[in-house]
DNA sequence: AATCTGATCGTG
DNA sequence: ACGATCAGATTA
């Protein structure tokens, strides 16, 4: 992707706080940060979906759990579970602590990987090397000054429940469309 | 204890 | 369109 266009800024805490369909869009053309000096990968990313409490699809939605725990505790967390018996799935947690919501991270633009290898919720962990020991870790969020895109709210992918609710934003995509999974 | 259901992906 | 594959949640 596009080498450092301003001198990379660790987002705050404060900045996770808030509600997550306030979070998700402005989280388009962040960096996403795994792993640390010469292992760091960075992921441009650039499809994300809001999930809240009050939200029939979300984990959170039939209160806490051992799964969904890391959801309801302190914002810029990374909520990591495991669906379909073979795939992870990478989150931001935000919101107030207490408070069950997060950002899933549906896809990414990595320097150096084929776009088709990190345009979906599950590809993306696999690209970042992200399982279950991650979750609860603190996210490594980076804003090195790229522009925001015009974020596009959509429906939702992959779900059953509220489909319709436009939490999903897309930012424009480099290579072939995002997913397979149109809408 | 048994059943059901996925915030997916690759293949047919 | 469908199967893989299993953990977590729900139901009995």
Redo the contacts with the bound molecule.
């Keep these: 992707m596009t080498a450092g266009i301003g001198r990379p800024r660790r987002l705050p805490v404060a900045f996770f706080a808030r509600d997550a369909t306030v979070v998700a869009p402005e989280l388009l053309h962040k960096l996403l940060r795994v792993g640390s000096g010469r292992a760091a990968i960075d992921a441009r990313i650039v499809e994300v ?1 809001a ?1 809240t409490q009050d939200d029939p ?4 939605f ?1 209160g806490v ?4 725990a890391v ?1 309801f505790g302190p914002p810029g967390r990374l ?1 990591v579970y ?6 992870h ?1 990478v ?1 931001i947690v935000t919101g107030a602590s207490g408070d069950g919501q ?1 950002v ?1 991270v549906r896809a990414a633009v990595m320097d150096g990987i084929d776009p088709r290898r990190s345009n ?5 962990t696999v690209a970042l090397g992200i399982d279950r020991t991650h979750d609860g870790a603190r996210a490594n969020l980076l804003d090195d000054g790229a522009p925001s895109p015009a974020a596009a709210v959509t429906p939702r ?5 509220a489909v319709d609710w436009p939490r999903r934003w897309v930012a424009p995509w480099p290579g072939p469309e995002v ?2 999974v149109g809408s």
């Design positions: 979906e999930y699809a979300s984990h959170s039939r759990t051992a799964r969904n959801m909520y495991f669906v379909y018996g073979m795939h799935c989150n997060a899933l979906g919720p599950g590809k993306l992918i992959g779900i059953t429940k997913g397979h």
